[in-house]
């Protein structure tokens, strides 16, 4: 029992700060370091901290409180759910039984595992494999490890391995993308690696992390996760058997860490591993042993590992965070799994703390085992699709929309990953106006990595071009981007666009009007300046290069105070010079923006009006909190024509307010850009022009001859009348028109 023991954040500012703290409490590690880090601290430790002088805040009075919180979450679970296996956690015999249940369900897909030798007590570590059966002449399928439950404490870890299982089990037939994914990729998982320190958790000792090895001398257990055969003994671990990062005796000195790495090492084709662990919300890549040693594949590691940060991200809005060794997300940890995995077989290898970030820590309640386990399978599954790739193709920055006229420069970018290489020569590039017909091909000129291609300056306006990119690896296999193109393709529009306005505000604002009669604002009116900056407000403009003037809300002194000058008791509103929109089909509008609001009341309102001012449409309010709302140039665009009719008395209008209770607003607009888009002009119909040469004459009746009698679409080649076929009604269509000529 952790009866009055506590858990206390400390401000770890130092080793030494770090090797007095363990000599009176344990650290809960898991938590981004130096700084604030969770110690376990027992009830007769809090004077020896106190004497310390070592910043610290007591986060729980009472240790013992927040594990009964816990099994009465855990029983009320149960109580509502009992008979889902998802709506508790469960020991390792219970987890057995729930794969076999699995098994039982689909033997088509699933093969126990059983690992050797056993734990320190003789548990025997089982798994599943999940396949789908193979077919005749398949490529060799990549396997992923799914491994969890080194650290005996982080209880989520299991369940997000047992929901990950469950899915791929149960969804098979229904999903069509599990169906996929289970055929073409072997899955491994493996629950409970640590299953005595496990067990151990739900008999004895809840905060339990390591094994259950006897060290002698009164202390138990090495730490699974230091005694990994690939720079063990290194940074951030413990020769000392009461130490919870202790590694060991010697690398792969323990049962568990044998029995996996011999199961991985008779595995051919590894290429993905994820160790599963809590809390932090981090996706921990390579090198772990090492912030300083740049791992090779950084480019690949770092595309897959921010496609796991989305995926892990995405169901729920969880803040997960990826990093390298090199960005220093957690502490260095030397001997830990991915390392050796991604060392011995170069599969792509990742710790995933999941949740929290520290609100209950590891002992996160039932409830969130299925929301968890979500995002642990999405990121699953998005690792799964990096793995089955042999290229990453991809068009750097494309155009939505190009001015008529000018040539369509593209840039491809292509990245060699899983170990897989690029055909020289393979990359191409192919387009089409419209979304029919054929498309062009063009080689792509420059040299791996980086490519370029330009389609032609004459694609007419109007047009809508279509295009994909393609390369091929070693093997033959071609990848493009779009994934499934050609049925899906990227575009570009080609259109008549000019510039309307393009104003950087460094020649005197002409035009704008900074304050307008009906303000309210006492001060901070919005003025033209080379603005003084504080915390909250610019120091300098945005315009790059050599600009230096931007509207801001109110001029304070050089160095003033924070405040000085900023909006009170009101509003104050910008007003940009009229500009003319007639005759656009469509304009886009942008601008940057400031606004600094430190956790006011007050928003900034951007208004567009189409009358000169009379009245006005809404672009955006921002705030007043969240995004945009804390300083910074920030540009936006939008579409004008999206929110009212485009004329030649168009405006815009941003306001700055303080009201209600008064805080530091300051807001700042510089970089305002106009552009219009014409419609294209129409080229005038061309009667009797059989041949589209734009004249009228015997070359017209010679094709009507030529394709005489032939069905056609109405109205195509020479079907000059409409009916569908060649023959004499086109004939006459020339003669009624003969001579004539169009442009
Ligand atoms: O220390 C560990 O073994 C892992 N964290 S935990 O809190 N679950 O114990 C992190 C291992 C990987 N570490 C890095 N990549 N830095
Ligand atoms: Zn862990």
Redesign the pocket.
Known sequence: RYDNWKFVQVEVRSAKDLLALQQIGESM??RPGPGAQIYLIPPDGMGALDALGIPHQIVSENVQDVLDAEDAARAAARAERGGDFFADYHPPTEIDAYMTTLTALRPDLVTPITLSPNTWQGRTIRGVKIAAPPVVGEPARPVIIVNAGQ?AR?WISVSSAMWAMDQLIRNFDTDSEIHDLVSKVTWIIIPSMNRDGYQYTFDTNRLW?KNRRNNGGGTFGV?N??NWGYQWGGASTSTSGSSD?YRGPSAFSEPENQALRDFILATPNVKGVIDL??Y?QLI??VW?YSEAVVPPRETELRIVGQEIEDALTSPFGTNYQYGL?TDN?????SG?L?DWTFFANGAVSW?W?LRDMGTFGFELPAAQIVPTGQEVFNGLKTLARAILMKLRVNVINPPTVVNTGSSIPLNVQVTEVNGNTMLAGSAKLFWRIGNSGPFNEIALSGTFPNFTASLPGTIPCGSNVQYYAQAAASDGTLVNIPADAPASTLAVGVRDFSTVLNDTLESGGTGWSAGMAGDTATTGAWTLVNPNGTTAAPEDDHTPGSGTMCFVTGQGPVGGALGAADVDNGFTTLRTPRFDLSGASSATISYWRWFSNAAGDDSFKVDISNNDGSTWSSVEIVGPAGAGTTGGWIQHSFDAGAILPLTANMRMRFIAADSGVQEVVEAGIDDFVVTAVAPCPVTPACPGDANGDHAVGLADIALVIQTWGQSVTPGAGADLDGNGSIGLGDIAAIIQNWAGACP
Do not use: F, K, M, Q
């Not at 997300?329 to 940890?333: C, G, N, P, Q």
């Open positions: 590690a898991c650290h982080e992390r730490d996760n230091r990062i662990h809590s932090a921990l890549g772990a060794g997300l957690l502490y260095e940890a830990v991915p710790t703390e």
